[in-house]
């Protein structure tokens, strides 16, 4: 484990997480994906910042399930059923997004695995052949645009220690170089 703490910080490090891994029913079947390894391994060195992309961006609980279609480059959010294309809405609330979760001071995040919006490897991107390709969730394609050098992670892969344990040396590592270059820039 790594030897600096929050404690240590005057300021608790502070890591995205998507809300529904935390317990809130924010899924689109209104449950959620409670992940106690995040909450009780993650939670004793970190700050939690929820995001729950769907619901922030207006979308109710329940909704109609969503999946990706079209191009895995530039994916069109999609509703099953209603063929209703949420994307535009989704991207404007991204951009918005951004900008706040860089007031948070964010040194790191972890991502629900296979989400339209959070999945960071491998979400299934359908296209009119049928046949599926892989991409990023809009959201988690967002993030890493947004903040190249932030270490972020899906929730599943956290549950490997080896996986973990990088995962939690990466934001402190992160965390240090931030705090050396903030203290950098303060001096007169």
């Not at 899924?27 to 390894?37: P, S």
């Not at 279609?69 to 809405?89: C, F, K, M, S, Y």
């Not at 990023?136 to 956290?158: K, Y």
């Amino acid at each position: 484990m790594p030897n600096t703490s929050p404690e240590s910080a005057a300021t608790p490090i502070a890591v995205g997480v998507s809300s529904c891994l935390l317990g809130e029913r924010v899924r689109y079947d209104g449950g959620h994906k409670y992940d106690r390894t995040i909450t009780e391994c993650l939670g004793r060195f970190f700050r939690f910042v929820p995001v729950c992309p769907e619901t922030e961006c207006g979308m109710p609980t329940p909704r109609e399930a969503m999946r990706l279609e079209g191009d895995p480059a530039a994916p069109r959010l999609v509703t099953h059923q209603g063929r209703i294309d949420l994307t535009d809405q989704m991207l404007a609330w991204c951009r918005m997004r951004m900008r706040e979760l860089k007031g948070e001071d964010l040194c790191g995040f972890v991502l629900k695995k296979g989400s339209p919006s959070c999945g960071l490897f491998r979400v299934e991107v359908y296209n009119d052949g049928g046949d599926g390709k892989y991409g990023s969730g809009l959201f988690a394609a967002a993030v890493v645009r947004h903040f190249p050098l932030l270490p972020v992670e899906e929730e599943g892969r956290l549950n490997d220690p080896s996986c973990r344990e990088e995962f939690i040396e990466r934001v402190f590592e992160y965390w240090r170089g931030k705090t050396a270059k903030s203290e950098v820039t303060e001096r007169p």
